[in-house]
C-alpha cells in the first residue's frame, strides 16, 4: 500500500499528470457546456479550469510545475492558431471587400485595448511590471508571452490576464451583440478575435465558418500589431509610470 502511495505521489510530479488532467478537465467541461445548451457561462475554457484550480493545490503541485508539465500543449496553441488560416483562406473573396474597415478597425481596437489596460492600472496604483503584464492582455497567450519579456512583466501574470479578458470577452458578446442588434456575423467574429483572441474565436466558431475566420483574421493582426508597437513604444510609456 504505501508503495502504491509513493508511486502515486512521485506520479503527479511527471508531465503525464498535467496532460490528463488537463485533458480530463477539458472533456468534463465539453460535457457540461453540451448539457448546458451552449450557455456562455459554462464555457469550456471557464469550466476545465476548475478542477485544475481544485486537484493542483490537493496534491501540492504549484503553477510553475503544472506549467512544464503542460509545455506540450502550450506548444501547440501556436500551430492552431497557424491552423485557422484554413477557414479565413475560405472567406477570401469577403475578407477582400472590407479589407480597408480591418485595417482601421485592427489598428484601433489594438490601441484602445492595451491603452485601457495600461491606464487603469495605471490609475489604481499597480506597479509597472504589473501594469506590462497587462499590456498585451487581448492578444493570444502564445504571442502575450513574448511580448511581456520586453514591458518587464511577469509572464503568468501576463496568462492569467490574457485568460481572464478571453472568458469575459467570450461571456460578454452574446448580450452585446443582441443589445447593440448586431446580426452580421462578420462583425461579430472580428469583434471576438479583436477584443478575446483565441477563446474568442472559439465562441466565433459557434457563430459559424464566416465568424470563425473573420474572428482567426483578427486574432492574427491584432497580435501582429500589438508584437510589432508594444516592446517599441513601451519604453516611452514607462517613463510616465
Known amino acids: ?9 512521485e506520479l503527479v510530479h511527471t ?7 488537463t485533458l ?28 485544475v484550480i481544485i486537484v493542483l493545490p490537493l496534491v501540492n503541485v504549484g503553477y510553475e510545475e503544472y506549467r512544464e508539465q503542460t509545455q506540450m500543449i502550450s506548444f501547440l496553441l501556436g500551430p492552431a492558431t497557424v491552423a485557422l488560416a484554413w477557414p479565413l483562406y475560405r472567406q477570401l473573396h469577403t475578407v477582400r471587400s472590407v479589407l480597408k474597415p480591418i485595417v482601421v478597425a485592427t489598428l484601433l481596437g489594438a490601441a484602445i485595448s492595451a491603452a485601457i489596460a495600461v491606464g487603469l492600472a495605471w490609475w489604481l496604483g499597480a506597479p509597472p511590471e504589473v501594469v506590462g503584464s497587462l499590456a498585451p492582455k487581448s492578444i493570444t497567450t502564445p504571442i ?4 511581456v519579456k520586453s514591458t ?7 496568462a492569467g ?7 469575459v470577452g467570450a461571456l460578454a458578446a452574446g448580450p452585446i451583440f443582441r443589445l447593440l442588434k448586431v446580426t452580421d456575423h462578420r462583425v461579430k467574429g472580428f469583434a471576438l478575435g479583436l477584443v478575446a483572441h483565441a477563446i474568442g474565436t472559439a465562441r466565433a466558431f459557434e457563430y459559424g465558418e464566416k465568424a470563425g475566420a473573420f474572428a482567426g483574421l483578427a486574432l492574427g493582426l491584432c497580435g501582429l500589431v500589438t508584437a510589432l508597437a508594444l516592446p517599441w513604444l513601451w519604453p516611452w510609456v514607462a517613463q510616465y509610470l
Open 152 to 158: 518587464g512583466g511577469y509572464v503568468s501574470l501576463a
Open 161 to 167: 490576464a490574457v485568460a481572464i479578458t478571453g472568458i
Open 15 to 21: 508531465p503525464l499528470f498535467g496532460l490528463l488532467l
Open 1 to 9: 500500500m504505501l508503495a502504491n502511495l509513493d508511486q502515486l505521489a
Open 144 to 147: 502575450a508571452v513574448e511580448v
Open 24 to 51: 480530463a478537465s477539458y472533456r468534463f467541461a465539453l460535457w457540461v457546456y453540451g448539457r448546458s445548451n451552449s450557455l456562455p457561462i459554462f464555457h469550456p475554457f471557464l469550466v476545465a479550469s476548475i478542477p
